[in-house]
T-cell receptor, first 117, second 114 residues
Framework: AQTVTQSQPEMSVQEAETVTLSCTYD???????LFWYKQPPSRQMILVIRQEAYKQQNATENRFSVNFQKAAKSFSLKISDSQLGDTAMYFC??????????????FGKGTKLSVIP | NAGVTQTPKFQVLKTGQSMTLQCAQDMNHNSMYWYRQDPGMGLRLIYYSASKGTTDKGEVPNGYNVSRLNKREFSLRLESAAPSQTSVYFCASSMVTVAKNIQYFGAGTRLSVL
């Protein structure tokens, strides 16, 4: 079974600054996918970024980027130029490759990020 | 562009009552999922369905049943609700292709069992 660990229950960052959220995972799979989801106070789960394990290049989406270290089983999220709208819970999630099957997600417990004006 | 729609948004039940949470998606996705979110626990998979007529257990299936009658809809049923089932329930859907294995979530149902 896979496990996902987010060691930072809460973090805060000044507006316009950069913050990094940590995530580690444990798996015996070689091919898999990693995700960061954002959950603002509205409770809606929103995809932030997706990383394919077989790609060495780190994924980026505008102000969001990841540092994917496959050997260390680490997948951190960097938010640049933090904005008030980034205030949310952030969840790291893992799913193994399953061809044309379903992709069940295993989530970490989340990191609550507060952006301070 | 509705995406994934869950009903109801809120529900209060008494212990022993039954209810069905409804989920529908309009993105022509093959796979659908039910998760529960408890404080400090992240989201945990209850059941999932790869296609119409097929369902499989996830991490925490006890006390729940599901039904996938067609491609669009995936319902979650609590036959005899217990206080331990107080939670926020999320439905999600995704394609089954590798390139499109992103899950899209509904807005959630907050359920309280007294």
């Amino acid at each position: 079974a896979q496990t996902v660990t987010q060691s930072q229950p809460e973090m805060s960052v000044q507006e316009a600054e950069t913050v990094t959220l940590s995530c580690t995972y444990d798996t015996s799979e070689n091919n898999y996918y990693l995700f960061w989801y954002k959950q603002p106070p509205s409770r809606q789960m929103i995809l932030v970024i997706r990383q394919e394990a077989y790609k060495q290049q780190n994924a980026t989406e505008n102000r969001f980027s990841v540092n994917f270290q496959k050997a260390a089983k680490s997948f951190s999220l960097k938010i640049s130029d933090s904005q008030l709208g980034d205030t949310a819970m952030y969840f790291c999630a893992f799913t193994p490759y399953s061809g044309a099957g379903s992709y069940q997600l295993t989530f970490g417990k989340g990191t609550k990020l507060s952006v301070i004006p | 562009n509705a995406g994934v729609t869950q009903t109801p948004k809120f529900q209060v039940l008494k212990t022993g009552q039954s209810m069905t949470l409804q989920c529908a998606q309009d993105m022509n996705h093959n796979s659908m999922y039910w998760y529960r979110q408890d404080p400090g626990m992240g989201l945990r998979l209850i059941y999932y369905s790869a296609s119409k007529g097929t369902t499989d257990k996830g991490e925490v299936p006890n006390g729940y049943n599901v039904s996938r009658l067609n491609k669009r809809e995936f319902s979650l049923r609590l036959e005899s609700a217990a206080p331990s089932q107080t939670s926020v329930y999320f439905c999600a859907s995704s394609m089954v292709t590798v390139a499109k294995n992103i899950q899209y979530f509904g807005a959630g149902t907050r359920l309280s069992v007294l």
